[in-house]
Nanobody, 117 residues
């Protein structure tokens, strides 16, 4: 199995920044892609960003608007989401997910991001 633990969420004022972290453990050899998703209260889950395990391929949702950046460490044990110029619409629970050969089958517990106006 693969275990994911997110951290780095919190309360920030509009225009501020946060960096989310996701520590990966377990059978990491099965992971092909790491992704970040978010879900606000009463809203559906949204794709935010993804990065291949090798780091060669990166994709972002359009609503990121060049404000977020996804990355992973050299050991490929963690993935990060740098979030800049946050606005209240970014308030959500952000979850890290790992994709194997089939789907995003592994999920963390999520970390709350709250942006005040």
């Amino acid at each position: 199995q693969v275990q994911l633990v997110e951290s780095g969420g919190g309360l920030v004022q509009a225009g501020g920044s946060l960096r989310l972290s996701c520590v990966v453990s377990g059978r990491t050899a099965s992971i092909s892609v790491m992704g970040w998703f978010r879900q606000a209260p009463g809203k559906v889950r949204e794709f935010v960003a993804r990065i291949s395990w090798s780091g060669s391929t990166i994709d972002y949702a359009d609503f990121v608007k060049d404000r977020f950046a996804i990355s992973r460490d050299n050991a490929r044990a963690s993935v990060y989401l740098q979030m800049n110029n946050l606005n209240p619409e970014d308030t959500a629970v952000y979850s890290c997910s790992a994709r194997d050969d089939k789907d995003y089958n592994y999920w963390g517990q999520g970390t709350q991001v709250t942006v005040s106006s």
